[in-house]
């Protein structure tokens, strides 16, 4: 079945009344699309269906991915202690890149970038 989606209304919209009555605060939007195999025009809903409080610790970051930190120049205990740590020092953007880890194992989130 191929379908192409032709519009999208949220609810509130004009020509959404009916399914607002319908589904509530449940309606997430209606699509209209055409199906070309069959030559149909189709109506669909969308729907919440479950919600439930977003865990941020699933959208942890992984300790390898690379950031950038920023260090002054004058932070020069810093400087070498981030270079021990595996950091290296990008002369074109002013910043330290290193392992995420790494920046939290040296206390340093509050300095990505």
Not at 11 to 23: A, F, H, R, V
Not at 101 to 113: A, K, Q, T
Request: charged fraction near 30%; glycine fraction near 6%.
């Amino acid at each position: 079945m191929a379908l192409i989606t032709t519009k999208t209304l949220l609810p509130g919209k004009p020509g959404t009344k009916k399914e607002c009555s319908i589904y509530g605060d449940d309606l997430v939007c209606i699509r209209y699309k055409n199906d070309i195999e069959r030559n149909l025009k189709i109506k669909t809903v969308e729907l919440i269906v479950e919600q439930k409080v977003w865990n941020k610790k699933s959208d942890k970051i992984p300790p390898n991915k690379k950031v950038y930190i920023k260090i002054g120049f004058d932070e020069i205990q810093l400087r070498r202690l981030v270079h021990h740590a595996g950091g290296i020092w990008i002369s074109t953007k002013k910043l330290w890149k290193m392992n995420y880890g790494e920046v939290v194992n040296l206390n340093l989130e509050d300095r990505i970038c």
